[in-house]
């Protein structure tokens, strides 16, 4: 596999981790895109994996996209390999749960943690705890998920942060 494919596959994986950092400037694809001066298909494919569009990758670096969740091929050191046998976690917008290697899913997070999967749904798709108790429950989804096997680095990094603005 090219440079470029793995750096594409890489990005892909990240997508949803990518689309936080739009949705908290709460704007789409398409107003993000058009602010930026490209097409939302190309938006897109950037996110998808399908090109490097030069103006995208630094638009999202500039908003804040960690370097390591870009996988941009301008990089000096080359995309990393997956590692096998680990499974990646997947928040946010996934029907069918949060996928780790274990297969977790929001629904059965919500009732390790006594709250209901609409509370989970919210924090993983965008971010927002509850009023009450939000370090508390952060902490449980982590511990949860780290029980399942999930390495605590990990889970710490995946589980979207308590917005102290709230």
């Known amino acids: ?14 997508k949803r981790l990518i689309q936080r950092y739009i949705d908290r400037l709460d704007m789409t694809q398409r107003k993000f895109a058009d602010s930026i001066g490209v097409g939302k298909h190309v938006l897109s494919n ?22 390591d969740l870009l996988c ?4 000096e050191e080359p995309a990393a390999e997956p590692v096998p046998g ?12 949060i996928q780790i290697g274990l297969k977790i899913s929001q629904r059965a997070i919500a ?12 924090i993983m798709k965008r971010g ?6 939000a370090v508390e429950l952060r902490q449980s989804i982590i511990a949860l998920l780290v ?15 308590i917005d102290k603005a709230a």
């Open 1 to 14: 596999m090219s440079r470029l494919a793995k750096a594409g596959f890489a990005r892909l994986e990240n």
């Open 46 to 67: 950037v996110l998808n994996g399908k090109s490097h569009n030069v103006t995208v990758l630094d638009s999202l670096r500039r908003i804040g996209v960690p370097e």
């Open 72 to 75: 941009d091929p301008r990089r």
């Open 86 to 97: 680990v499974k990646k976690l997947f928040l946010g917008g996934n029907p069918k749960g």
């Open 111 to 122: 009732r390790a943690c006594g709250v209901s999967a609409a509370t989970i749904s919210q």
């Open 128 to 133: 927002k705890y509850p009023k009450r108790g």
């Open 147 to 161: 029980t399942h096997g999930t390495a605590h680095e990990i889970a710490e990094r995946q589980v979207p942060q």
